[in-house]
């Protein structure tokens, strides 16, 4: 009888695991995107006087290219069914940058350029509330999100508690950009005493509505294509006055529901706090939608 061979005492070899780096590789072009819009600030202030709007507007496209990253990382992560802390800090990290530092600076520079007449501490001051704002805004919705992920697991955000980051870059960034097309002077002071409003409503509890988990994930009806379909005329038509128009629309929801809800129950949801990013859904034979803590914030 053969003997038998002694068994290896090394452990057994471990499967390599693939690590999926697809969401991680768009949220670090998010992160990218914040700071080739900081690196165009930065040339802003060194370039001649004639070019120097053209800077802060690049700056303005690119805090829009991290908002595209910014909604495709939480949905190939789930498509790809990858969450992990890592995802999630890396995600808010990245929003800092995009969206809480670039559009304070660049509200700060475009006053620069414009030569307006303001103290440098004032304008700072300003521009500083809205980026303490967006952090704040971002750590709260990280832990809320962690709490849920810890306890209930998936939850579908249909209502965000605050404005949510992307939502007031792309106001500024509008902003920037209906300024340089019409050539409205005023449009620096508007930029710029918009930055401590946008930080107060990203660190309120007002609610305003995801829009895609509310009305486009669960089936659009007639009414939510009509409106689609205008919106995306007015944008190919319109593009610098449609967008700013959109972004201020969503910004003044936030108030104007919240008024609604307390005069009429259709818009109740905007009081219950069950809707909320941090809280599990209603329906539990609903099949939820997985989004990392940390994604869309």
Known sequence: MLAQPAPS?????????????????????????GVLALSYLVDAAKAPPAQQEAFVVLAAWMVFAGMACDALDGRIARMMRVSSPFGA?????????????????MAKA???????????????????????????????????????????????????????????????????LLKHEYGLPWMDWAVLLSCPVLGVLMISRLPYTHVMNRYVDRGAGLGTV????????????????????????????????????????????ALREDEDEGAPPEDEEEAPVVEPPGRQG
């Open 89 to 105: 800090q890396l995600d808010s990290l990245a929003d800092v940058v995009t969206f809480g530092a670039t559009p304070a600076v």
């Open 226 to 269: 009509v409106l689609a379909v205008v919106a995306i005329w007015l944008v190919i038509s319109f593009f610098e006055a449609t967008v700013a128009g959109l972004f201020l629309l969503y910004v003044l929801s936030g108030p104007a529901v919240a008024l609604a809800a307390l005069a009429s129950d259709r818009f109740g949801w």
């Open 110 to 176: 475009l006053m620069v350029t414009s030569g307006t007449d303001l103290p440098a501490r004032i304008a700072m001051g300003l521009v500083a509330l809205y980026a303490v704002g967006a952090a704040l805004r971002l750590a709260r919705y990280n832990t809320e999100s962690a709490a849920v992920a810890a306890g209930a697991g998936a939850h579908v955000t249909r209502t965000f508690r605050g404005l949510p980051s992307p939502a007031a870059a792309g106001t500024v960034a509008a902003l920037v």
């Open 9 to 33: 005492a090394r452990p057994p070899r471990r499967r390599l695991r693939v690590v999926k780096v697809l969401p991680t590789l768009v949220t670090a072009g998010n992160l990218f995107c």
